[in-house]
């Protein structure tokens, strides 16, 4: 009997490439596509403009599924995201921090509820078009890679995943680059070969994350202060510290002789403290709720590693502290850092592999 696996199925391109390749390798594929944000209400293709899960998206992966020949299924998850994707996005804004909502997509709803899906389902595998590798040693150890294209490698979301969620996943395109998987969605007869990619966070269609955390919080959440310099001068007020994020320059509203940065946003007093560049530079970071792959490749003591402080920003050579009470101390080779963002995932890399990886707290 052939190995059962559950594809998450977007409507786009890559889910439906990687669950036509897994059809062709002989997997008894069933196909599911999440609903899980409210579809915006407008025109159409306004609607599909940097979205994910709408009606027309789940109408493409319908008809992969049938023309491939294998069912399709829609899950209905709006309130474990709501509750745990949304509502967290909207409380890190309110507590002055930059959440990265993909990330605990990821680890709360594709590889925790969607693998309860699949037990439910008797399947052996969860399977995504996510651009990155896992390889298995001759120890029968899981070690998740960066993909082989490296423009479109999305090992940075899935730091969270251990050694059983590897062992019962499957990435197809880990090896393609995208060009590639296009062109393979070309040669299967595929509609959607040439759709666009979704650009902004599904439940954020229009970009405006201030606007939607206004929407969602109650009045009395919503912290506005005083932006100050690093004195604690008061520079100009403002309605609310979730329209900020560290290392911010526009929309400040404020006039000086030189350009100046958000450098740190204290929520409690509703201050943001700004400053010219070279105050952002950081010497590492502080970590908390970490996850690695394997516990067991992390030793005692400083470990050599490159940290990824945000998706689309170079790994940077750094020391990384596992610290008593579960968080760790990330220093930068050399000292002189980037701005760090609290809120964001810091993901640790050893050459193409990811160690783990962690949330970052606070600057150093």
Excluded: W
């Excluded at 400083?302 to 050579?317: F, G, K, M, S, T």
């Amino acid at each position: 009997m052939s190995a059962r696996v559950l594809v998450a199925m977007s409507g786009g391109v890559d889910s439906s490439v990687a669950a036509a390749i897994l059809r062709e390798r002989g997997y008894d594929v069933v196909g599911v596509a999440m609903r899980l944000a409210p579809e915006t209400a407008g025109p159409a293709p306004a609607r599909r403009r940097g979205t994910c899960c709408s009606h027309e998206d789940f109408e493409d992966a319908r008809r992969v599924a049938e023309r491939m020949d294998f069912p399709f299924y829609v899950v209905d998850l709006r309130a474990e995201f709501g509750a745990r994707v949304i509502d967290n996005f909207v409380s890190e804004y309110l507590d002055g921090r930059t959440p990265n909502p993909c990330v605990m997509c990821n680890r709360e709803i594709k590889f925790d509820r969607l693998r309860e899906r699949a037990a439910a389902l008797g399947a052996d595998y969860v399977a995504t078009g996510h651009y990155a590798r896992i390889e298995r040693d001759p120890r029968g150890r899981f070690h998740l890679l960066r993909a082989a294209d490296a423009t479109k490698d999305q090992s940075y979301f899935l730091f969270t995943l251990g050694q059983v969620e590897l062992s019962r996943t499957l990435f197809p395109l880990g090896a393609m680059t995208k060009a590639e998987v296009r062109e393979r969605a070309r040669q299967l007869g595929l509609a959607n070969a040439d759709k666009p990619e979704s650009q902004e966070i599904c439940f954020v269609p229009d970009g405006d994350y201030a606007g939607f955390v206004e929407r969602a919080a109650s009045p009395q959440r919503l912290r506005a202060g005083h932006i100050v310099d690093r004195s604690g001068r008061t520079l100009a007020a403002h309605d609310g510290v979730h329209r900020f994020t560290v290392g911010q320059r526009r929309g400040l509203g404020l006039s000086a002789p030189a350009p100046l940065y958000v450098r740190e946003i204290r929520a409690e007093s509703g201050e943001i403290v700004v400053g010219p560049r070279e105050d952002l530079a950081a010497a590492g970071l502080i970590a908390r709720d970490l996850s690695f792959v394997d516990p067991r490749s992390i030793g005692a003591g400083a470990i050599a590693v490159e940290a990824r402080i945000r998706y689309r920003h170079p790994a940077l050579p750094a020391t990384l502290t596992i610290e008593s009470g579960g968080g760790a101390r990330v220093t930068f080779e050399g000292g002189g850092g980037p701005a760090v963002t609290p809120g964001q995932a810091c993901v640790f890399y050893r050459g193409e592999e990811v160690v783990g990886g962690g949330f970052i707290e606070r600057a150093l």
